[in-house]
């Protein structure tokens, strides 16, 4: 009886694979149960995001180039080591050396990144000597860290006015009367562009409350859908899968086109206020 007791005993504590099992609740990873996803901290990086400590060695990096464009704006390049980029796990588990990354100019958050190449505008970079920052995070939105450090890249960026050297003129509003490209919203004074989506969405935010209530847009492949956005306050959209976004200037109405040329349930959320407008699903 002793002896059966005690192969009873191990067997519950390795389970039928051999190897120790943990009771968990739902949606946690067996990873975040055990604590085999390095250490949690209760330090926060400067936006509030709590840090996970990991070793030095094999630790996730970034570097951050910034290179102008010869249309308009600048072209960032993250170059990653000991890290992958992970957009249709985001909101997820932790796992190591994966996730996103957050762009911030001179410490406000731009845009989160789902990979290695991001195209700044020039509108959203004011005149004169800027620093441009991208700090890793795990899916679970903790920011990762070596030393309680951020894991992050630096560059600097100098932005002159349009018309002046080193300026982007490239990037101005289409004179009064010329329609600007698709997915573009015109200028106040513009003719707007002519409808070339088959499918439109129409979304408001106002006090924090999606109006109407997210729902599910189904799209063939191959179908363009125009959402079209009005934010209280100023934000930025992101559809995720894609990785399109657009930004949402206070009180006034935005348009992005999308080919919907990937299959799948695809979010489309703000930044900033962390909302979910709607999902796309494409079959």
Not at 5 to 10: D, Q, R, S, V
């Amino acid at each position: 009886m002793l002896a059966l007791a005690l192969l009873l005993a191990g067997g519950a504590a390795t389970g039928c694979g051999g190897r120790a099992t943990t009771h968990h609740k739902p949606g946690t990873s067996h990873e975040q149960a055990s604590g085999g996803v390095d250490t949690l901290l209760t330090a926060t990086d400067a936006t509030g995001h709590r840090l996970r400590e990991v070793p030095a060695e094999g630790a996730p990096e970034v570097q951050l180039t910034v290179r102008p464009d010869s249309e308009d704006g600048w072209n960032l390049q993250l170059a990653v080591t000991n890290y992958r980029f992970t957009p249709d796990s985001t909101g997820g588990a932790a796992l190591p050396g994966a996730g996103h990354a957050h762009l911030e100019l001179d410490g406000r958050k731009l845009a989160r990144l789902y990979g290695p190449w991001y195209h700044l505008p020039a509108a959203q970079v004011p005149e004169g000597i800027h620093t441009l920052t991208v700090r890793l995070y795990a899916d679970d939105h903790t920011a990762w860290a070596v030393a309680g450090k951020p894991v992050e890249g630096t560059a600097q960026l100098t932005a002159t006015a349009p018309g002046q050297p080193g300026g982007h003129s490239h990037g101005d509003a289409p004179p009064p009367g010329q329609t600007p490209p698709p997915g573009q919203t015109p200028a106040p004074g513009q003719t707007p562009a002519p409808e070339q989506a088959d499918r439109t969405v129409t979304i408001t935010v106002r006090d924090g409350k999606v109006s109407p209530a997210p729902a599910r847009t189904e799209l063939r492949r191959g179908e363009r859908v125009a959402l079209r956005v009005t934010s209280d306050r100023a934000d930025t959209l992101h559809v995720h899968g894609y990785d399109k976004e657009l930004a949402l200037p206070a009180g006034q109405e935005a348009t992005l086109i999308l080919t919907a040329d990937r299959t799948g349930l695809f979010e489309v959320e703000t930044h900033e206020s962390s909302l979910v407008l709607t999902q796309l699903l494409v079959r």
